[in-house]
Structure formats: C-alpha cells, structure tokens
T-cell receptor
Framework: QQPVQSPQAVILREGEDAVINCSSS?????VHWYRQKHGEAPVFLMI?????EQKGHDKISASFNEKKQQSSLYLTASQLSYSGTYFC??????????FGTGTRLKVLA | DAGVTQSPTHLIKTRGQQVTLRCSPK?????VSWYQQALGQGPQFIFQ???????QRGNFPDRFSGHQFPNYSSELNVNALLLGDSALYLC?????????????FGPGTRLTVL
C-alpha cells in the first residue's frame, strides 16, 4: 500500500514555512525523504529510523512517529531552491521499497 | 567520488522491440534497485539486485528482467515493449540490502516507445 502524502500541492512565498505529511496504512520501520526537481532524479534528504526520531538538514527537518505510522517534513524559511516534488519512501517488505504519492511544492519570490 | 551513472540518457524504441538500460552504482555500493517513473507519478519499484541475484520484485511482468555483474553494475532489460513502458527509468544504489539503507539515484534513462 502506497503511503499517502498531504497536501498534494502547496505554493509558498520565500521565507514561509511548510509541513508535508506522509501516512502509511502499514507499520513503518524507516522513512526516507527525497526531493525531485522537474526532469531530474530524486535527491536524498534524510532518513529516519526510530520512532519519534527527528532529524535536521539545514532548514529542513523531519519527525517520525512509529506508532501513528506517520512522518512529517518541515521546511523552514523556504528558499526558491526548495521548489520540487517531495516524496517519502519506506520499506514495503524485505528488500522492497515504496514511494509515497508525492507533494508538489513551489516557492515564489 | 563518482555517483550513480546511467546510460543511455534518452532512448526511442517502437512497440515490440527490446531495450537494455545500464547502471553503474556509486563507488562502494553493492546493491542496485531499478524504478520506473511515469510522468507526474512517483517512482515504482521494479526490482533490487544484490550479490548478482534478484532479491525482490515489484508488480512488474516478466518482460522486465535484470542482471547484476561482479563489479556491481547492473542492466535492466525490457522485452516486447508496449506504449505504456514509456517512462523515466531510475537506478538507485545503496550499501547492503533492505529498504532502510539510503539510496542514491542516477540521472535516469528516458525511454519513449512509439
């Protein structure tokens, strides 16, 4: 079952914050976050392995609630370079990996 | 440090033909996964190779096959091409098997089937 992301799309002004959510109907053991710009390959942002774990990468951070089977990505003081489609990804069985439905983010000047 | 490389960049084929796509993993990585990404969609897992064996497969028909070589590079073969096979094919490498390992993606091969 593919993880569902919300919102599907969001438009921001530079400097605004955003939250992207990823929910799974199955147990999550790890969550990866990727950003993909148009016509390019997905770029790894971060991985969360433990329930309740939070990580940060510059002004991008994420949380992972194992019990709720959810992860959230927080974009703070967004920059133009943050524009793209964000995907969460998780294991869907041994050696198998599944991406979420995606969230399109556009940051305007 | 070389990242993941894929060849060719673009490819145009006709229905019924066969195609081979190639991937070289990031230096030090031993696992290669292949994904299909249709326009406007997220990547869909095709299969993963480790120790020259297919370890897991997504919901793709047998027309999709692969191979991993002793140097960890990999090939994706698609037989009897259909129009619906048109997509961006992504290769991702990681160290070790399992979905919890960080994957690094190559630039992809854009396949167009006419």
């Amino acid at each position: 079952q593919q993880p569902v992301q919300s919102p599907q799309a969001v438009i921001l002004r530079e400097g605004e914050d955003a939250v992207i959510n990823c929910s799974s109907s199955k147990a999550l053991y790890s969550v990866h976050w990727y950003r993909q710009k148009h016509g390019e390959a997905p770029v790894f942002l971060m991985i969360l392995l433990k329930g309740g774990e939070q990580k940060g990468h510059d002004k991008i951070s994420a949380s992972f609630n194992e019990k709720k089977q959810q992860s959230s990505l927080y974009l703070t003081a967004s920059q133009l370079s943050y524009s793209g489609t964000y995907f969460c990804g998780t294991e869907a069985g041994t050696y198998k990996y599944i991406f979420g439905t995606g969230t399109r983010l556009k940051v305007l000047a | 440090d070389a990242g993941v490389t894929q060849s060719p960049t673009h490819l145009i084929k006709t229905r019924g033909q066969q195609v081979t796509l190639r991937c070289s993993p990031k230096s030090g990585h031993d696992t290669v996964s292949w994904y299909q990404q249709a326009l406007g969609q997220g990547p869909q897992f095709i299969f993963q190779y480790y120790e020259e064996e297919e370890r897991q497969r997504g919901n793709f028909p047998d027309r999709f096959s692969g191979h991993q070589f002793p140097n960890y590079s990999s090939e994706l073969n698609v037989n009897a091409l259909l129009l619906g096979d048109s997509a961006l094919y992504l290769c991702a490498s990681s160290l070790g098997v399992g979905g919890a390992n960080t994957q690094y993606f190559g630039p992809g091969t854009r396949l167009t089937v006419l």
